[in-house]
């Protein structure tokens, strides 16, 4: 069972069929073990305005309830309330009302406290529709399905996208146009001056567009640049305009050229060391958007608005669509900064003859961090989207991540700075326990800004000699091929594993643990 | 009208071996759930509404149609 949902009401029709299972109509007498996470989902029963206050007064005692029983490491969605179908015949009593924002506000502050609980503000979805959408009598009277089943696709559309921000995934780049996309007008054209940014509209569209998306990019999403302009005229403009929001710093690339803009999209994605599927591409062109789409379907390509005004409802789709997530890790607010710090340790690469005299230059320092309830969100994050140097693409949520551990795996983490910045927690591995004195990698990753320096090696020195030390004597590990981890196919041979079997898609290896692994004297690793 | 009918009930029971003999006696999927999705589907399709009365009656292809051809 993968999924248990509280409710007072029918929604069944709401939720894919596979690994769902409903409680009875208001029923917290059982809360079933086998279930990885748990939804709850009352809704505001129909009926006269003073009696549903008194009801729904109730929930908070018997959410607690369930709270208190369900285990801490197991994840609960609570829907806030939204008052479907009462009608208010005193005004002046706003008992219900009343009720109702008291649920909401409790969940809120409770979902603060309780790291596994999180708030799913139900309203998003019922304000698209007037009342009578919303519910539906002859449904209610033959099912008590209140919310109309009518809207069970775009409810499930919606709570699918719901599901990825409660599991902190998004997409990772937003590449952007110029010309008539983040100003109005044409630069070569209208010149610096000449574009219109701020002051009137158009210009004040245009400001408040990139005062959202400096906003965006806040939140941890990286901004890019794919334009076809002089270059040096666009640096004229990030340097010298003054209405501009967004200047050279806020982006973390940019490919202002004349070269066909999938190649450049290409070349930012290896740049970035991300995939073509974590990004989105905005542009007001047409045709540069069907080349796109045509030539890299992966990319995300939304219609871009033809109207300077309808930016701002644009935006608000755009974060409904790819970038919202429930809660931003300190890696995220710090990614821009990163991407950069690495293209200027690229730069200081070019000086040095000896790679291990370059290491050295850097200042490595490692901390190997375990398992702790401050890295569980990051560990679990980082399962879901690191996609290149992964070992295995074992996908995982937090929960799993909790589970695994309570069953006796070692999983670490750890974060990497140098002379150039901290890049906060870059990689983890989970060791599972199979027997006594033998232990298995059940998960092994990096995320790729860190990679090129023989850390990959170093972490798995580090940790093999911590297994040692508690006496495990023999390793077994394993490459599970993807679309997108060939390059590290061969890293258990270069790390002195003995291939043990191999098909087209997965090679197994073990080590015995006989001798102290040593490791390059070329970081400073501290073990916490 | 026979091919709609069918491929609403194939979508709605995840079953592309339904035929015109589907009835809820034979049908093991076809619930008071998947009913409710069924008539949901079919008053979108067809773009009419059906008494409670009416959906109660409507237990087999046959009769879902009849129903169909009476408001169409």
């Known amino acids: 069972m993968k999924c248990f949902v509280f409710r007072n009401q029918t929604v069944e029709p709401f939720f894919n069929e596979k690994g769902v299972v409903f409680s009875c109509y208001d029923d917290i007498s059982v809360i079933p073990k086998q279930a990885d996470v748990f939804i709850w989902f009352y809704q505001v029963p129909p009926g006269e305005s003073a009696v549903v206050a008194k009801e729904v007064d109730t929930y908070i005692e018997k959410f607690k309830m369930v709270l208190s029983r369900v ?24 008992s219900l009302l009343l009720a109702i924002e008291n649920f909401n506000r409790w969940v809120a502050e409770i979902s603060k406290e309780h790291k596994n609980v999180r708030i799913v503000d139900f309203s998003e979805f019922t ?55 983040l100003w109005g007008g044409v630069l070569g054209e209208e010149g610096v001056e000449g574009i219109k940014i701020g002051g009137d509209y158009p210009g004040k569209a245009f400001a408040y567009w990139q005062q959202a998306l400096m906003n965006l990019k806040n939140t941890g999403v990286m901004l890019a640049v794919c334009s076809k302009n002089n270059e040096q005229d666009v640096f004229e403009v990030w340097g010298k305009n003054p209405y501009l929001i967004l200047r050279k710093d806020d982006f973390v690339a940019w490919r202002i050229n004349w070269q066909d803009k999938a190649r450049n999209i290409q070349e930012l994605a290896a740049e970035l060391n991300i995939g073509l599927d974590s990004m989105v591409f905005l542009d007001d062109n047409p045709t540069e958007r069907e080349l796109i789409k045509q030539l890299l379907p992966m990319v995300e390509v939304p219609e871009f608005p033809a109207k300077p005004y309808q930016l701002m409802d644009f935006f ?122 033998s232990m298995i990698i059940d998960t092994l990753l990096l995320s790729c800004r860190i990679l090129g320096k023989g850390i990959e090696f170093a972490f ?9 030390a508690k006496g495990i004597k ?45 490791v390059k004297d070329c970081y400073s690793i501290t073990i916490k | 009208m026979n091919e709609r009918i069918l491929r609403i009930m194939h979508e709605v029971f995840e079953d592309e071996t339904i035929d015109f003999s589907c009835s809820q006696g034979n049908c093991e999927k076809w619930d008071s759930l998947h009913h409710l999705n069924l008539i949901s589907e079919l008053e979108d399709e067809f773009d009419v509404e059906f008494e409670p009365e009416e959906i109660a009656e409507m237990t087999t292809f046959t009769k879902v149609k009849e129903m169909l051809l009476s408001k169409c």
């Open chain 1, 127 to 181: 304000r698209h529709y007037p009342k009578e959408e919303l519910v539906n009598w002859k449904f209610y009277f033959i099912s008590q399905t209140l919310l109309s089943p009518k809207l069970a696709k775009d409810f499930k559309h919606w709570w699918q996208r719901k599901e990825c921000e409660l599991a902190l995934k998004r997409k990772k780049c937003l590449v952007l146009d110029l010309d008539n996309t």
């Open chain 1, 316 to 437: 608000h789709r755009l974060v409904e669509d790819y970038f919202r997530v429930y809660s931003v890790t300190n890696e995220d607010l710090k990614k821009t900064e990163q991407y950069k710090a690495n293209a200027q340790r690229a730069a200081e690469l070019t000086k040095f003859s000896d790679f291990d005299d370059y290491l050295r230059s850097l200042d490595i320092k490692i901390d190997v961090l375990p398992l702790d309830l401050f890295n569980l969100p990051r560990v679990a994050q980082m399962t879901q989207k690191t996609n290149q140097f992964n070992l295995t693409t074992h996908r995982y949520t937090e929960n799993d991540i909790q589970q695994m551990a309570n069953d006796g795996a070692l999983i670490y983490a750890i974060s990497v700075s140098d002379k150039f910045g901290d890049n906060g927690i870059t990689g983890e591995i989970i060791l599972r326990p199979k027997d006594k004195e």
């Open chain 1, 71 to 94: 285990e801490q490491d197991k994840q609960i969605a609570v829907f806030t309330l939204y008052p479907l179908a009462n009608t208010n015949i005193v005004s002046g009593n706003t």
């Open chain 1, 474 to 518: 023999l390793i077994e590990a394993s490459y599970v091929k993807t679309a997108k981890n060939v390059h590290v196919a061969d890293f258990f041979d270069c790390a002195g594993f003995v291939l043990s079997d191999a098909t087209d898609n997965e090679k197994k290896y073990y080590l015995e643990l006989t001798q102290q692994r040593t």
């Open chain 1, 460 to 468: 798995l020195d580090v940790i093999l000699n911590l297994v040692a």
